[in-house]
Each structure stands twice: as structure tokens, then as C-alpha cells.
């Protein structure tokens, strides 16, 4: 697990926003959105590509 929630496009960002995640980082330009893990929780969502880590790279 790690503390945070990389996602890859507006659609996925929105349905993190929409699951009330922390919107910690964005880069619009490369469609980059990064998000505080709830209490380190085992995130799972079907239908957003993502990627867990415990660093911020930007």
C-alpha cells in the first residue's frame, strides 16, 4: 500500500473527487493527478488506471 494515488486522466481524477479522496497535486499538461490515500487504505477501483507510491515525484 502506499500513501499515495496516482491517476492518469480528468475521468479517474473526478471519480476520486467524487469519493471525497484529497486532491494533493496536478500537472493538467500531462494529465497527472495525485492523491492522498485515505488512512493507507488498500485502494481498489475497477474502472480508473492508477498507480500506488509513497513518494511524490513532482
Request: net charge negative.
Amino acid at each position: 500500500m502506499g500513501n499515495f494515488i496516482y491517476v492518469f486522466s480528468v475521468e479517474s481524477r473526478d471519480k476520486l473527487i467524487a469519493m471525497q479522496y484529497a486532491l494533493l497535486k496536478s500537472d493538467e499538461a500531462r494529465h497527472v493527478f495525485v492523491f492522498l490515500n485515505k488512512e493507507r487504505q488498500d485502494f481498489s477501483c475497477d474502472d480508473v488506471t492508477y498507480a500506488m507510491s509513497d513518494t511524490l515525484t513532482f
